[in-house]
Nanobody, 115 residues
């Protein structure tokens, strides 16, 4: 059984940093990609960042480029989202998705940016 677990969310002041972690277990091989999505109340889920663990190739939403960095852990099915210079509009539930033949979703971790 594949499980995806996120951690690291919380309350952060505008301009501050926050680091999210995602670990996917139960894969027989490496996930094809690890991705962070976010969903704010009343808004659609959007892709924030993704990484292909084998190549290290990354992609980002325009709204977070230059502020967020996605990296892989020592294990291919681990990914981190380094968030810097956070803004109130970054407030959302952040959800990790491990993509292989299917998409596997975590429960999410709440990030709230507020002074």
């Amino acid at each position: 059984e594949v499980k995806v677990v996120e951690s690291g969310g919380g309350l952060v002041h505008p301009g501050g940093p926050l680091r999210l972690s995602c670990e996917a277990s139960g894969f027989s091989n490496s996930a094809l990609s690890m991705n962070w999505f976010r969903q704010a109340p009343g808004k659609e889920r959007e892709l924030v960042a993704g990484i292909f663990p084998v190549s290290g190739t990354t992609n980002y939403a325009d709204s977070v480029k230059g502020r967020f960095t996605i990296t892989r852990g020592n294990g291919r099915n681990t990914a981190y989202l380094e968030m810097n210079n956070v803004k109130p509009e970054d407030t959302a539930m952040y959800i990790c998705c491990a993509r292989a033949a299917n998409d596997y979703w975590g429960q999410g971790t709440q990030v709230t940016v507020s002074s």
